[in-house]
Each structure stands twice: as C-alpha cells, then as structure tokens.
C-alpha cells in the first residue's frame, strides 16, 4: 500500500465490533430490495467520488490526471472537516432501513457505518502519531510519490511534476506545523527517529542540482528519464530540464532545510522513552490501536501470551529441521550458523543485487504457474519485483507491496530493501516473496480492486489483520503444494513466522510494559535467526506504529482456525479454492465479519 493510505488508516480507524441496526424490518419484494441496494450503493460511489475529488494524490493513484500538479491537504484544520463530513454522512446511515437491503449492501452498510463510527471515535487519538519517521512521512512519501506514481506522458504531464516540485514548500509547512501541535499534546518521538527522519531528508537534496555532485539527485534523475521518451525537440527537452532544477533548487531544497532545521531544534527536546504508555491516556490509545489492528478484543496481556506460546513452539518446529540437516549444536547455534554462513547470502553489491531481485521473480512466476492448485479466481493486475530506491533504503522496512493502478497503468510492485544483504538470507526470500507477491499481498489486493461487486470504498478497505494475516498465511500456503522443498528455505518460513509471532511479545512489551528499545531488541536477537540490522529496525518499527505489527500473527491464526473448522465440518466437500474465494471476494474484512462469512459458507453447504 502507499504510505499516504497506510498512514491514514492506521492512525484514523479504530474498529467497533458487533455493528447491529435496530430498524425494525419489514417485507419486501425482489424489486424494491434491489432499488433500495441500488440507490445506497449509488450513495457509496458519490461519497467516494467526493473523497476522490478532494485528494489530487488518490486521483494520480487510480490513474487519474487531474489535478495533476497538486498535493492534498496535510494541515491539521483537515481533521476536524473530515469529522464533520464523518457526522454527516453517518446521520444519512442512520436512517437507512436494512432491512430493504440485499446481503452485499448489508456487508457495505455495516463496513461504512463501522467506518464512520471509527473516525469519530478516534478523534481524541488524531494527534497520536509521529508525522515523520522512519517508517513513513511526508518528508520520504513526497519523493517516493513523484517517482513511483507520476507519469509523465505529455509535456503538459512533466509541467505538472514541477508544480508539483513547487508545491512542497506548502506540505512541508503543513508538516511542520503537524508536528508543532503533537508536540503541545505531548507527543514528542525518541531520539533515534530523528536521526533516521533527518538522514533521509538530507539524502533527498543530495545530488545534482542541490550541488556539485558528479551524480543527479533522484529526483532530477527520475524527471530526465521520464521526459526522455517523450516525442519533443532537444530545446523543448533542456526547457523542462531547466525548469525542474530551479525548482529543485529554489523550492525543494529550501523547504527540506527548513525541515531539517526544526527536527534538529526538536531532537534536543526529545528523549529515549520508547512506548505509547508515555503519551497523555497512552493506557487507553495502545488498546485501541491493537483494537483498531487486531479487529479483535484481545488485551495486551493476552497477544503478550499468545506471541510466547507461539515461539515456544516454532522453536520446536526448527529443532526438528536442524536434526534433519544434521546440524550439531544448540538451537542458538543454528542461529548463528544461519546468520553468519556466506551460503545463505548474496555479495552486498550490484550483481549480488541483481541476483536477489532475478530469484524473487523467478519464485513469484512458478508460484503464478502453480495458482489453479489453490484458486478459483486470480487477479488481471501484473506483478513486477524492484529494489526499494537508494534515497530511502536506509530507514525504510525489509520489503512492502504497492498496488497496482485501477486502469491497469502500473503494475502492482514488490518492493525489496537491499540495502543491507546481510538482512536478505536467501532462506527467507521464498517466504518472503510469497508474502509480498503471489500468492499474498498481490493476490488479495489486485483481486479487491477488480471486483465487480462491490463499491469503490471497500476495495480500498485496508484491515491489518485481513490484509497482513493474509500475508503470512500466504508464506505457509505454498507448502502444501510441494514447494518450500530445500529445508533451509522451510527454516526460512518459520523463521518469518517467527519474527511475527516475536513481534506479539515486543510490541506488547514495549507499550505496555514499558521495555526499553534495548530490551526489545535484545529478545529478537535472543529468539530468532534475524541479522542485529533487522531486529534494530523492527523494534524501532514497533516503538512508531503502536500495535500495527502484532495485527500478521493474529489475522494468520484467525484464517488458520476458519479453516480448520471448515475442513472438519465439510469433510470431503471442503474445497480449498472454495474457501480461498470466501475470503478473498469481499475485500478486506474485519477478522469477526469474516468468521461470519465463512460460518455462513459452511450453513449453505451443510443445509
């Protein structure tokens, strides 16, 4: 996903389970259910058009051109005119009678209600984030946006990529200003976020034409690319050139120094208190935010619990394939020998880059040959494999999926930090593709976007436990068709299944518990195979994305428990292509509205 989208849903969505309507239900025949669907789904597309309307960043993204040379409002004054559009559109809701509704307008009646009830919820928790950090923020998105997402096809197109280059200053002040009045609320980051936010900022000026570099900036860099496969005279090209660079110098570089320079005065007010508990009512956000991320009611003890028993018996699982390999030594031993041994790792340069990035795809495309085993439906989107971009490979996360656009215009992308190979054993990148591409994140999103079915906003639905427990369940679901056949690459799943299950225990421990950045890096170190760089990151992860990664292991074990009771009540009806569509063709879902779609499946199949 973006990090415009994940952010904003991370932070502003809460989840209320148990939606009810109390209208009292009344008959009604085919035709009148079907008009009233029709004019509520038509409601749906027109608000959705109306918020595609107002972001000039979600109209580039589904392939749109208009307002092609503009960013979105990122003040904070945007929150309180989303709630009062929230408040609005939940009064029209409200009066709708669901009883005058087919069962796939009920589903959307329920997710949008939820939806808007969330936002208002969550009001008080708004200002509870951090606007920059390592894992997202305007200060790497804006970068990341304009190469990955602006198309420049026309001459009118690359003046619209400098309009929008002029357009920084604005978002930039926004930002700032963002930060000012969390700051005012209390919420400050620790310190290490500011020294991996100003790196990648100072990274974005770097290059020509900020300096004397021998090398062009990614940014200048990606503008010439673009525009040299545009049909355009030699003059007309050094024309657009020379605009961009002036705006890179006159616009662009004076609002990242501006922003460097108040995250430097602000560092110096900061400290290294790592959870949530540290913020005003902290208790109260971080149960939310699992709430929000879990979709479920679990406490913060319990997910402590259920991330314990869970390593407890991975580890098991790993003694056994250290047997197999007739490794000698201890579990920690085979750590290490993991960690350490160059056959699980490609050089840390160019070629061995390259030979990452060529296996990744070769492991997608058998896995693609291989869906019919799996899938009754499969998406139309392509899936390519790319390096995360130098600018921000440092401080960005392992890997991540972009989706494709609506239109068919770019292809959805499975992005890979290779900045540190030592990070990227290649017993890990089987999982780790499957999770990403195919038949994971590429499967289920690509697959939302095409339906047919159902309306615009829920295709865009991003639930962490749906979507991410779908990921992981995604890494283990290859097996059952003969791949995983090297047992250093079967290591490699359960060691990703590992790290998430990890990842319950630290998010917990550090939130809830109050451990420190050190502790919770020293328990990843202690438990799993990881390379330090990686445990460093996750827990730094943690420590700015409160509960969000404790949301893989509980959706995987959601979907394992949906699936091992339709197995035992379907008996040799069970058809797991049939429960791959139950779970896909809706979109995502909160994890208790898909126990209740698949208890539904089962009825009519047993009925």
Not at 19 to 41: F, G, P, T
Not at 360 to 385: C, G, H, R, Y
């Amino acid at each position: 996903m973006s990090i415009r989208i994940i952010h904003k849903l991370l932070f502003i969505s809460l989840l209320v389970l148990g939606v009810s309507c109390d209208q009292k239900e009344e008959n009604y025949s085919e035709a009148e259910i079907a008009e009233h669907s029709a004019e509520l789904n038509d409601y749906f597309e027109e608000e959705f058009q109306k918020d595609v309307e107002e972001s000039p960043m979600m109209q580039t993204q589904l392939g749109q051109k208009t307002n092609y040379g503009k960013w979105d409002d990122f003040s904070h004054l945007k929150y309180a005119e989303d709630r009062k559009k929230a408040k609005k559109r939940l009064e029209y809701i409200k009066k709708v009678d669901v009883s005058a509704l087919n069962e796939q307008t009920r589903l959307s009646y329920d997710l949008y209600k939820q939806k808007l009830e969330n936002e208002l919820a969550d009001y008080d928790f708004r200002f509870y984030n951090y606007p920059v950090n390592q894992m997202f923020g305007h200060h790497a998105e804006l970068p990341a946006f304009l190469i990955n997402m602006h198309r420049i096809d026309s001459v009118s197109d690359a003046e619209a990529y400098i309009a929008r280059l002029k357009g920084i200053p604005k978002v930039m002040e926004e930002v700032i200003g963002n930060i000012k009045i969390r700051e005012q609320n209390g919420i400050v980051p620790p310190v290490f976020v500011f020294d991996r936010v100003l790196e990648s900022s100072r990274n974005v000026i770097k290059g020509k034409p900020f300096g004397k570099s021998v090398e062009n900036s990614a940014l200048l860099s990606d503008f010439k690319s673009k525009i040299s496969n545009l049909e355009i005279s030699e003059e007309q090209e050094k024309e657009l050139i020379s605009k961009a660079e002036n705006a890179l110098v006159k616009e662009v570089k004076p609002a990242y120094e501006n922003l460097i320079s108040f995250l430097e005065t602000q560092q110096k007010r900061a400290n290294n208190d790592a959870g949530a508990w540290k913020f005003p009512k902290g208790d109260e956000f971080y149960a939310s935010a699992l709430k929000r991320t879990t979709t479920t009611n679990l406490s913060a003890e319990e997910i402590h619990r259920i991330g314990l028993d869970e390593v407890a018996r991975i580890h098991g699982e790993m003694e056994k394939i250290k047997e197999d390999v007739d490794f000698e030594g201890t579990l920690q031993d085979f750590f290490e020998f993991m960690r350490t041994d160059e056959q699980f790792y490609y050089a840390n340069d160019s070629i061995g880059k390259q030979k990452y990035l060529a296996e990744a795809t070769d492991v997608i495309n058998s896995m693609k040959a291989n869906l019919d085993e799996l899938f009754l439906t499969k998406p139309e989107a392509e899936l390519v494999v790319k390096a995360v971009e130098p600018f921000r490979e440092k401080s960005a996360g392992k890997a991540f999926y972009q989706q494709p656009a609506k239109d068919g215009s770019r292809p959805g992308t499975y992005y890979a930090n290779l900045y540190d190979m030592a990070a990227m054993p290649t017993y890990q990148l089987e999982a780790l593709a499957y999770h990403e591409g195919i038949p994971g994140h590429h499967m289920q999103i690509a697959i939302a976007q095409e339906l047919e079915e159902i309306p615009q906003f829920r295709k865009f639905s991003f639930y962490t436990a749906y979507v991410e427990g779908w990921g992981l369940y995604s890494e283990l679901l290859p097996k059952e068709i003969g791949f995983y056949k090297d047992p250093y690459s079967d290591f490699g799943r359960l060691a990703m299944e590992l790290w998430r299950s990890c990842r319950l225990v630290v998010d917990t421990g550090i939130h809830a518990k109050k451990w420190t950045r050190q502790e919770g890096i020293e328990y990843y170190k202690e438990n799993t195979p990881n390379a330090e760089s990686d445990c460093v990151k996750m827990v730094e992860r943690h420590i700015v994305m409160p509960g969000q990664a404790t949301a893989y292991k509980i959706g995987m074990n959601k979907i394992l428990e949906l699936r091992e009771n339709a197995e035992e009540k379907l008996g040799e009806d069970f058809d797991i292509r049939e429960f791959h569509d139950v779970i896909l063709l809706d979109g995502a879902l909160p994890l208790n509205i898909l126990e209740e779609k698949v208890d539904d499946w089962i009825s009519g199949k047993t009925n």
